[in-house]
């Protein structure tokens, strides 16, 4: 990796430092809420999603569509960097951007599941996979943006892959296997659950190399 790709990446992060800070303690206290009963556990789970997808699209529209949009990619590509070391760079800056405050979202769900009395342990697969999902559909997020040729588009991506959220949450809490293990007093990691993290594994795999494989070889990549 050479010094201009690092400093790419570098660059993101330092850019995202504030969102990623702020995404990681709204979601952290929001957990904290859920700790307060069943309406703050409404409440605070509610907040906690709402945090980190709204961090994951912030991410893709001011750190791909806004800097295409103000032609700031004109001059990166000046430095000595290939549009696939671009594309490497924003790719690995931006999912490391996300990654931060999703660990510390994950990390604080996992804790209030283990250590709340009030929150069944059973439910710390089903936490799991909802968090792999959201790592999932953010990297399809970012897949698109760096794909996508408008705005629009990239709007239109965000709208479904949020209404993903929601279906994932229903569908898949609803699956015999995770459904019927939920209030349960340990964890169950069955087949059922090994299953959906292997799917999301896949999705988030295919979205990550998927630009290197197209977006860097595209001419009009500006």
Known sequence: ???VIR???AKE???????MAGTAVAAALAALVCSF??????IGS??????????????????VTQERKEQSLQ????????IRGYVFAKTAGLLLSYMVPWLVATASAVV??????????????????????????????????????????????????NMAVSIFMFVVGALPGIRD??????????????NVLLVEFLVLAIAVALPLATAARRRDFI
């Open 13 to 19: 992060l330092y850019l995202n430092r504030w969102m």
């Open 1 to 3: 990796m050479s010094i």
């Open 181 to 194: 293990h939920l209030s349960g007093p340990v964890p169950v990691w069955n087949g059922t659950v090994l």
């Open 7 to 9: 400093k790419l990446v």
């Open 112 to 161: 209030l599941v283990l250590a709340s009395p009030d929150v069944p342990d059973g439910m710390l697969p089903y936490v799991a996979l909802l968090s792999g999902f959201l790592l999932a559909n953010f990297s399809v997020v970012l897949c698109a943006a760096l794909h996508a040729r408008s705005e629009a588009a990239v709007i239109a991506i965000i709208i479904v892959t």
């Open 75 to 82: 001059f990166v590509l000046s430095l000595p960097v290939s």
């Open 37 to 42: 009963g069943a309406t703050a556990f409404n």
């Open 46 to 63: 509610l907040a906690w999603i709402t945090a980190v997808i709204a961090c994951g699209v912030m991410l893709a529209l001011y750190g």
